[in-house]
């Protein structure tokens, strides 16, 4: 099969997160495996790894969360999730499908927020290696903002990532 | 002069207390030129332009950037989705 029959799917919603929806989506007759990142609403956190700002100093702290609340600059958003695959495709030819899906809104603990998926014909070709690299730059690049809220307040948590020209 | 709309987002808005701002700039300005207006423009937004990330037509852009005509700005704190 050609890659440009290869299916890339992305999406920013305020539903819930199906995975067998999203897995049916990047499927192909030639598929054998999928590695699938999901993140979730930690409810209870027992430290932070980082703590470069005041506030997130604050965040470092063993704390609760009740909920936290997304948001995306949509348009900008799924430009930058296309950009993700292209570059999961430039690294991995041979991936199959690959699925971004961001979940916005309020979102409470042991929910999904977040889903990566990729497939390919077999395990070997790189397709965990494809899964985190996709949510590592999800996470550096793609216009989503989450603010944390508890019993201690809100706090916007901030990323660390600056793109560079080009990105 | 160019008109051009400046999308804000997570702290910026809450800062600004709006989701957008409608500007006046001078044609040719750079995106240094539009955070140094902002910062006189907007005094709850002036300590945030110097982390701030932009984008110009949905694409991340820089300091020596020319803003283009009629172009869709927006402003941000480091992305934290996932």
Known sequence: MQPSNFPTFFSITESELDLNDLLAKITLPSTGAAAIFAGMVRGETSRWRRGRHPAQAKRGEAHETAFLEYEAYVPMAEAKMKQVAEEIRERWPSIEGIAIVQRIGKLYPQTPTVLIACTAAHRDTGVFDAARYGIDRLKEIVPIWKKEVGPNGEFWVEGEYIPKPGE | ?82
């Open chain 2, 1 to 82: 002069m160019n008109h051009i709309k400046v999308l804000l987002f997570a702290t910026l808005r809450d800062r600004a207390g709006t989701k957008s701002l409608e500007m006046e700039i001078p044609d040719r300005a750079t995106v240094q030129g539009l955070k140094d207006q902002i910062g006189r423009d907007y005094p709850n937004l002036k300590e945030a332009m110097g982390t701030v990330l932009i984008s110009i037509n949905r694409e991340y852009a820089f300091d020596e950037a020319i803003v283009p005509q009629n172009a869709e700005v927006a402003m941000f704190p480091p992305v934290s989705g996932g």
